[in-house]
Nanobody, 122 residues
Framework: VQLQASGGGLVQAGGSLRLSCTAS????????MGWFRQAPGKEREFVAA????????SYTDSVKDRFTISRDIAKNTVYLQMNSLKPEDTAVYYC????????????????WGQGTLVTVSS
């Protein structure tokens, strides 16, 4: 499974960005997908995840009601819509995939994209 993440950039606080993660080698209906982020000097943290069927989503508390994870099966792409961005959302965002389980643990995911930088200015 190869994952290609894109969509990062510089945005002012309160603005929005949409990240994309396109998978190849497997179809999305066989993959549990997650988004993680890592700020400078900090550990990688869970942001959001979506199940293979797409009916179950999970978010870390700090992004609930601001971020939405979704997917387009036809494009084999998962999205992370980020609204009301805050400076503390600044990080490199990674998409990840696993064949087995929907989880918040980054150590579980077998496949990772290259990361895309999101910078939120105050």
């Amino acid at each position: 499974v190869q994952l290609q993440a894109s969509g990062g950039g510089l945005v002012q606080a309160g603005g929005s960005l949409r990240l994309s993660c396109t998978a190849s080698g497997r179809t999305l209906d066989s993959l549990f997908m997650g988004w993680f982020r890592q700020a400078p000097g900090k550990e990688r943290e869970f942001v959001a995840a979506i199940s293979r069927i797409g009916g179950t989503t999970s978010y870390t508390d700090s992004v609930k009601d601001r971020f939405t994870i979704s997917r387009d099966i036809a494009k084999n792409t998962v999205y992370l819509q980020m609204n009301s961005l805050k400076p503390e959302d600044t990080a490199v965002y990674y998409c990840a995939a696993d064949l087995s389980v929907l989880t918040r643990s980054h150590t579980t995911y077998a496949y990772w994209g290259q990361g895309t930088l999101v910078t939120v200015s105050s």
